[in-house]
T-cell receptor
């Protein structure tokens, strides 16, 4: 059975802190790993990772994938209160033909206090 | 940017009634749409994959006769929860993948909160 495990499940930090969120997975027919930010409603796309060791960066956020050890991390530097959200990790896999599907982890609830 | 809408955003119904949820891609065409369910403090669980013009593919454990999915056009998919019961109360989220895109072009709707009394 496919598994995507995120840790920690929740995290409380102060503005300016740096955080690292973890995602490990066991998935057959792996294609990609994606990170999403979910505030009140729809998850919004952050990164998609397909290759090991190549860091993706967007502003204060960055992420990297290790396909040998089957995990990814999402880093957020100089956190702001607006970073407070649930961060979801999802793994995309082939699901027959040209189809793929995403398996999500439970998410990490990040709270950034002023 | 790509926008996916869902309607209604919130619905409360009596046990035994059917509820229809619409998912629309507003500014792009989506050959494939996905329906997820999210319980409090739980992950998004894929219910079914919906391809335009063909039958939906349901995940194991999801009753296709209870959760009817129709993907009639490249911009619209509907999920009908038939004979809803209180245990069907959940947050239902759809996502749409752009016809020309890969995994990174899967955009999520704002979700529908279903409460069955």
């Amino acid at each position: 059975e496919d598994k995507v495990v995120q840790s920690p499940l929740s995290l409380v930090v102060h503005e300016g802190d740096t955080v690292t969120l973890n995602c490990s997975y066991e998935v057959t027919n792996f294609r990609s790993l994606l990170w999403y930010k979910q505030e009140k409603k729809a998850p919004t796309f952050l990164f998609m990772l397909t290759s090991s060791g190549i860091e993706k960066k967007s502003g204060r956020l960055s992420s990297i994938l290790d396909k040998k050890e089957l995990f990814s991390i999402l880093n957020i530097t100089a956190t702001q209160t607006g970073d407070s959200a649930i961060y979801l990790c999802a793994v995309g896999k082939n699901s027959g033909g040209s189809n793929y599907k995403l398996t999500f982890g439970k998410g990490t609830l990040l709270t950034v206090n002023p | 940017g790509a926008v996916v809408s869902q309607h209604p955003s919130r619905v409360i119904c009596k046990s035994g009634t059917s509820v229809k949820i619409e998912c629309r891609s507003l500014d792009f065409q989506a050959t494939t749409m996905f329906w997820y369910r999210q319980f409090p403090k739980q992950s998004l669980m894929l219910m079914a994959t919906s391809n335009e013009g063909s039958k939906a593919t349901y995940e194991q454990g999801v009753e296709k006769d209870k959760f009817l999915i129709n993907h009639a056009s490249l911009t619209l998919s509907t999920l009908t929860v038939t004979s809803a019961h209180p245990e069907d109360s959940s947050f239902y989220i759809c996502s749409a993948r752009a016809t020309s895109g890969g995994e990174g072009t899967q955009y999520f709707g704002p979700g529908t909160r279903l409460t069955v009394l």
